[in-house]
């Protein structure tokens, strides 16, 4: 059974090409994966996890506001009592924010520019799954 995989956009953040490119290219590296849409909740996103039994929530977040929704989703998954459920971080977010989200509770963080082949290859370490041999992953960037 593959892994399953939230990729959620919180807050106002109406922009989801990316959070498309990145559910798109780990259901080709063969998670099941759950996409949420745009302009999410905190409880939202922490309901759909729990419900649909993910291993990680990945937040794409454009808007800025990352240090705040990742804490508040981090905190919001310790609340329902799913603190394992891993919380992946990508978008624009600064090199010097990169150590705070991992603080806050981040299993990993993808700003933009991260080639999509580096987040594949975590996502399997996080799920402790392995990558299929089937050929390579789009070397696009996030």
Known sequence: MPARVLVAKPGLDGHDRGA???ARTLRDAGFEVVYTGIRRRVEE???IAVAEDVAVVGLSILSGA?????DKVVQG??????ADIAVIVGGTIPQADVPRLLEIGAAAVFPTGTPL??????VHALTGTAQ???????????
């Not at 998954?77 to 799913?82: H, I, K, P, S, T």
């Not at 082949?117 to 975590?122: A, N």
């Open 66 to 70: 990352h240090l705040g929704l990742t």
């Open 77 to 82: 998954l310790r609340d329902a009592d799913a």
């Open 117 to 122: 082949e580096q987040l594949v290859r975590d």
């Open 20 to 22: 498309k490119i990145v």
């Open 132 to 142: 299929p041999a089937t050929g390579p992953v789009n070397t696009a960037e996030a």
């Open 45 to 47: 996103i922490v309901s």
